[in-house]
């Protein structure tokens, strides 16, 4: 049991279920591969990124973040659509750091440009002085408009169609991928039957090594396993599953089945090219929890997820406060990135630092689905370069105040959210007590 390298599509019965963990081992994986012939990931690097739910897009309100160190900006505009732009005033160049939005007209906070929601200027007398000197409006109007990317909303999710080029027209935007690919009806799933509430944290990390720890099923057990509230998730506690791998043009799959009742899904890993993972727990169909993981690559060693969980259990709003539920959820969700920050901060510095090899890294059986993920990354990064604005010097951190909205280092949300428990506990609880026992 010591060495558990495991033979693909040989079939041997371990005949280890739920026996106590002998060192060194955890879980047993047997992989299937299903792969349809030359069926592939059409997807690469650039294409639909959720952003943030949509609820989180107020009237009025500019929400800064940036894609792979391009400053961007989305708001909605004065209809109400969503509107993706590049931080970058066309005029000289600042950023709308402190400007304002009111209708959806932008006002730079240089030299007070207004942006229609269709992107053009609004009051060029004002920006070319043109009262003072220059009369060549018309020219002007032209070439000044704000540079957009496309952006839409779906199943309450504020999308983003990243490529490399955004551009002062939408119409000359081609998206090589379809917005319906993500749409939850359209993988099995229907969140209207569904409770849901999100967790958002940024990490200080490469963001496909978060991808990868999310696509890794072992590392559940062994990081995870006191704080994950499943007794089949335990590192003192083996395990056997078989694997199944599909892969489609979307999205390449992991199903992972109870050796010992093989029709039982485990669990389903789905990832979604460029940034999502879908993670079923059972069978999509009769699925009673399911989780929406969403990973935007701010940029150089920084990056959000955004955790949305779906469930079907403990739906009566009231309860759900009364027990503090999305409140002592959120508390799982910290520790269990707080339990995987080091490894992510640690492998990013080995990566950086150009000590993981590929003749290095021994990857086994049941990480076949992260051989897939790694051969796609650096496929579509050679092909797409996204990387092209990469900031590499880490003092020029000018926008993190601005981007990193949720605090990189966990444990301050984790206060955050402790803070929050003691002081609803008490309004709810302790604070009447102590009135009712005050009049009596
Ligand atoms: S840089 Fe924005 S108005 Fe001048
Ligand atoms: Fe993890």
């Not at 995870?224 to 390449?252: A, C, R």
């Not at 021994?362 to 897939?372: C, P, S, T």
């Not at 496929?379 to 105040?401: C, F, G, R």
């Not at 506990?425 to 009596?440: E, N, S």
Request: overall charge positive; aromatic content about 14%; some cysteine.
């Amino acid at each position: 049991m010591e060495n558990r390298q495991i033979n693909f599509f040989k079939s041997k019965d371990l005949n280890t279920i739920n026996k106590p963990l002998k060192k060194g081992s955890l879980v047993e994986i047997e992989s299937f591969d299903i792969r349809e012939k030359q069926k592939k990931l059409n997807v690469g690097l650039f294409g639909w990124y959720a952003i943030c739910p949509s609820k989180e897009l107020k009237k009025n309100k500019l929400h800064y973040f940036s894609l792979y160190d391009e400053p961007l900006i989305i708001y909605r505009d004065k209809n109400e659509n969503v509107r993706c732009i590049k931080n970058i005033c066309p005029h000289r160049g600042a950023s709308f750091f402190g400007g304002t939005l009111s209708n959806g007209v932008i006002t730079c906070p240089y030299h007070g440009a207004e942006f229609s929601s269709g992107g053009s200027c609004q009051n060029l007398d004002r920006i070319t002085c043109s009262h003072i000197v220059d009369n060549n409006y018309d020219n002007y109007a032209k070439r000044i408009h704000l540079s957009q990317y496309k952006a839409l909303e779906k199943d309450e999710y504020i999308f983003v169609y990243f490529s490399n080029k955004s551009d002062t027209d939408l119409k000359n935007i081609i998206e090589d991928s379809p917005i319906s690919n993500y749409e939850l009806s359209n993988n099995g799933f229907s969140y209207q039957d569904y409770v849901s509430e999100e967790v958002f944290v940024d990490f200080k990390c490469d963001w496909s090594r978060i991808i990868e720890n999310h696509l890794d099923i072992l590392h559940l057990f062994w990081v995870h396993g006191d704080t994950i509230p499943d007794k089949d998730v335990n590192k003192n506690v083996l395990v056997s599953f078989n694997q199944k791998i599909n892969v489609t043009n979307e999205y390449i799959e992991s199903i992972y089945f109870y050796k010992n009742e093989p029709k039982k899904e485990f669990i389903r890993i789905r990832f979604m090219p460029p940034g999502r993972i879908l993670i079923y727990k059972g069978d999509p169909s009769i699925s009673r929890y399911l989780q929406v993981l969403d990973h935007i690559p701010l940029g150089n060693n920084k990056a959000r997820v955004i955790v949305r969980h779906y469930r079907k259990f403990l739906k009566n709003k009231l309860l759900n406060n009364l027990i503090l539920f999305k409140e002592n959820q959120r508390k799982i969700f910290y520790k269990i990135f707080d339990e995987d920050y080091i490894i992510l901060k640690t492998q990013t510095y080995n990566n950086n630092l150009g000590l993981i090899n590929k003749d290095e890294i021994k990857l086994l059986g049941e990480d076949r689905i992260i051989n897939y993920f790694w051969k796609w990354y650096k496929k579509s990064e050679d092909k797409d370069k996204p990387w092209k604005n990469i900031n590499k010097t880490e003092n020029l951190s000018v926008y993190d105040k601005f981007i990193l909205k949720y605090p990189p280092e966990i444990k301050r949300l984790e206060v955050i959210n402790n803070i929050e428990i003691i002081r609803k506990t008490f309004t709810r609880f302790v604070g009447p007590l102590l009135i009712l026992m005050l009049i009596i």
